[in-house]
């Protein structure tokens, strides 16, 4: 297994189509007129609306949205990158991102006062992010002041968390991370304490503990937060260098030790490569693990004729092999696996919050309010600064 150091909202489902996106339930957060999906003028819309706005609007697009969406990106990359893209647009009034409820919000954070940030469809959300709801994760941190080990302990949150959640990292002189800087935060956050509380998903702080930094297993536990205690006897709170928040992702949870045993069996020579919310048992049995933009990158550089089986989101797998065609590039499950709420930016949303903007109406922007702004952005720019 190689890992080269790369880098309130609706519940992710798995299978997910336009059939599980009726136009009545798309239309409930959208006022005004929903273009029909079936519209032919849908692309020549948004051309035309992008077109009118100019600079005035910059588009984000996450490596997982649709074809159909991320034609009209200005720039795709993986949550990393597109928050530093959104920090580095000044100039525009209106950052449009295609990707999830907590993108958005850190684009908000990371952008200035006067810039808006538009989320296409507000059901976009996250299933993980919602794992962690701030009452239980300052529940968490005051059994750790309980048992003294609050102050030995530095909080450290995956970018796919809420605001809020970010906001608690911040004041409690944390770090926001990433799938491509899990390990630089890591090694931060060790500089300033003996123990780290990851949140809110267990394999990418389990994954980069024991596999990028040298932890054994028995150095993680695993914090329930719907037991006292997280489930966790003092002893084990105490010994322990990682405290796992119980989240995952719903998407990356369907590949299993079975699927990488199938595809090494039925494509002898395949490569494996996986997103590190990936199970451990799933990270550990792949040849090669990193984040969606690291994927790419990998992609890119693999030499033709060779086989690749890849396990996350499937608009990108898809993507990955409609572009390396001198390449044999499969999906790692058999049963297909959107992330649906990635899937919820559709063109009709897309042309429709354009639209809108070119009429002077700003739909569907996200807000955070100055005061979790403030700390959540103390942690989102401590990662930026990471080294
Ligand atoms: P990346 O940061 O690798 O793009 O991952 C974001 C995400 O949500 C993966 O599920
Ligand atoms: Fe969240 Fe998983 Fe979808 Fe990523 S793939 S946005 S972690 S539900």
Not at 94 to 117: K, N, P, W
Not at 242 to 265: K, N, Q, Y
Not at 310 to 326: C, F, K, M, S
Request: hydrophobic fraction near 40%; aromatic fraction near 6%.
């Amino acid at each position: 297994m190689t890992w080269v150091e790369p880098s309130s909202t609706a519940t992710a489902l798995l299978l997910l189509g336009r059939g599980a996106d009726p136009a009545s339930e798309r239309g409930v957060d959208c006022p005004g007129d929903l273009p029909e999906p079936s519209d032919p003028d849908l692309v020549a819309r948004a051309t035309a609306a992008k077109a009118a706005l100019g600079d005035r609007v910059f588009v984000l697009g996450h490596h997982y949205q649709r074809d159909e969406v991320i034609q009209f990106a200005d720039v795709t990359g993986d949550s990393f990158k597109l928050a530093r893209e959104a920090a580095a647009r000044p100039e525009a009034e209106y950052i449009v991102f295609c990707g999830v409820h907590f993108m958005a919000e850190s684009a908000d954070i990371l952008t200035g006062d006067a810039q808006r940030v538009v989320l296409p469809d507000l059901a976009a959300g996250c299933s993980m992010a919602d794992m962690a709801v701030l009452a239980q994760v300052e529940e968490a941190w005051d059994t750790l002041v309980d048992l003294g080990v609050a102050d030995r302990t530095v909080p450290v949150t995956y970018m796919n968390s809420s605001a809020d959640i970010k906001g608690f990292v911040g004041r409690n002189k944390g770090v926001v991370c990433t799938s491509s800087n899990a390990e630089r935060a890591l090694r931060w956050a060790f500089e300033r304490g003996e123990k780290v509380l990851f949140l809110p998903d267990q394999h990418l702080g389990r994954n980069t503990a024991v596999l990028q930094m040298g932890m054994t297993l028995d150095d993680c536990v695993l914090y329930n937060p719907h037991k006292p205690n997280g489930g966790l006897t003092v002893e084990q709170l105490r010994n322990a260098k990682m405290i796992l928040w119980r989240g995952h992702c719903s998407v990356h949870g369907r590949f299993t030790l079975d699927c990488v045993t199938e595809v090494r069996d039925r494509i002898p020579g395949v490569n494996v490569l996986v997103h590190p919310e990936c199970r451990h048992e799933v990270v550990t049995a792949a040849d090669y693990v990193g984040s969606t933009e690291y994927i790419i990158k990998t992609l890119d550089a693999a030499p033709a004729g060779s086989s690749w089986a890849i396990g996350t989101e499937l608009n990108l797998v898809r993507r990955l092999a409609d572009a390396h065609p001198d390449k044999q590039i499969t999906f790692l499950d058999r049963t297909v696996c959107y992330c649906s709420t990635m899937n919820r930016i559709d063109l009709p949303h897309l042309v429709w919050a354009l639209e809108e903007l070119v009429a002077g109406r700003v739909v569907n922007q996200i807000t955070v309010d100055e005061r979790t702004a403030y700390h959540a952005r103390a942690a989102l720019d401590q990662m930026l600064a990471l080294p």
